[in-house]
Structures are given as C-alpha cells and as structure tokens.
C-alpha cells in the first residue's frame, strides 16, 4: 500500500497568484498523478509526473499554468499560476503502488480562489 | 481510448432496501474497472475492483459488482442500504497504462430512513 499526504490541505488564494502543492509519498512510486475535482464534478486527470523529466499533460491541460516537478520517487510538486476562481478545485496526488500496481489517491488539496 | 458512463446522477433508496449504481464503459483495451466512493469532505475510498479475474467482484461493507463485457457494464449494488451509505460514487476505467484512470460523472447515493 501506499500513504500519501498533500501540503496544504486547503488554501484560499487571490486572483493572479500563484500556489505549490506538495505531494509526499511514504515508499517509492515509479508513477505519480495530478487530478483536479472542480466543484460538483468528477475526477480530471492533469499529468503524470515523471521522474527525472517533464511532466505528460492531458488534453486542456499545459505546463505554463501547471507546472509540475518530480524530483525524486516520494515526491512531486504541482503548481497551479496566475490563478483565477475557475481554478477552485480539489487537486489530488495519486501514485501506482504495491505489487499489483494499485491507484492511490491522497486527501486532496482544496482550493478557492477568491 | 476509453470512457465511462455513470447512468444515474442521483440515487434515492430507503434503509434497508437494495442500491444499484449503473456504470457502462468503454475501451480499446481489456479494462481495468473499479468503483470509488467518496464521503463529504472525505478523501477517495476504493471499494473494488475488475482486473480480469473472476467477473463477480466483491468489495467492503457488503458491495459488490459484475462484470458483463457483452453489455460493458460494470454496476454496483448492495443487497441492503445503510444510513453511512450516503456518499458519491465513481465507476472507473483504466487501460494498460495504469492509472491514467477516467472517471465517470458520479452517483449521489441518498439514503433515507
């Protein structure tokens, strides 16, 4: 299995900023992933963040607005910039771990920009 | 390519009567199905999942669902609601690139006394 804790757990940020999201992981995962929820909606895949290179973006989704880091196998950062209220959403972390390469979720990042 | 459709936006049941969550699918590949519940507030909860063993999936706190590939559905039920039931409910594809997972819209599960 796999435990995954996000920093912060929820921010209220002003419009034209930007906020990291920190994603850590507590055994080593060759694949991490970011999703955004908005409000009301489903699960939205943003990237795959991959270690040692740049990050693989989803359709709608780009590096200048999402720039994601992947130091090491624990650890990825998800940036979210130049922020509007359409950017409030939940974001959240997952990683394939274990044997059977299962999906994890952590707890979320909940965002409002104000 | 590959997607997932939830059938109902909304479920209302009565305690103790059976839920049934549709979820129909589609993709290129041998999918991966599972169902993921998410209590207000609450972070995402795996309840089960289809990776190609036996069709009927059993999952916690009494779940369950089937694989039927002739219909491409995936549903899950529940013989007997609970009131800690009440939560959102996502069906879940994934191909051989796991974890490039596509999500369904959602069930809202209510549960009344």
């Known amino acids: 299995s796999a435990v995954i804790s996000q920093k912060p757990s929820r921010d209220i940020c002003q419009r034209g900023t930007s906020l990291t999201i920190q994603c850590q992981v507590d055994s080593q995962v060759t694949m991490m992933f970011w999703y955004r929820q908005q409000p009301g909606q489903s699960l939205t895949l943003i990237a795959t963040a991959n270690q040692g290179s740049e990050a693989t973006y989803e359709s709608g989704f780009v590096i200048d607005k999402f720039p994601i880091s992947r130091p090491n196998l624990t650890f990825s950062t998800l940036t979210v910039s130049n922020m509007s209220p359409e950017d409030s959403s939940i974001y959240l972390c997952?990683?394939?771990?274990?044997?059977?390469?299962?999906?994890?979720f952590g707890p979320g990042t909940r965002l409002t920009v104000t | 390519a590959q997607s997932v459709t939830q059938l109902d936006s909304h479920v209302s049941v009565s305690e103790g009567t059976p839920v049934l969550l549709r979820c129909n699918y589609s993709?290129?590949?041998?999918?991966?199905l599972f169902w993921y519940v998410q209590h207000p507030n609450k972070g995402l909860q795996l309840l089960l999942k289809?990776?190609?063993?036996?069709?009927l999936v059993k999952g916690i706190n009494g779940f369950e669902a089937e694989f039927k590939k002739s219909e491409t559905s995936f549903h899950l039920t529940k013989p007997s609601a609970h009131m800690s039931d009440a939560a959102e409910y996502f069906c879940?594809?994934?191909?051989?690139?796991?974890?490039?997972?596509?999500f369904g819209d959602g069930t809202t599960l209510t549960v009344k006394p």
């Open positions: 993709s290129s590949y041998s999918p991966s």
């Open positions: 997952s990683v394939l771990a274990g044997a059977l390469s299962e999906q994890y």
């Open positions: 289809y990776t190609s063993a036996a069709t």
């Open positions: 879940v594809v994934s191909g051989p690139n796991a974890g490039k997972s596509t």
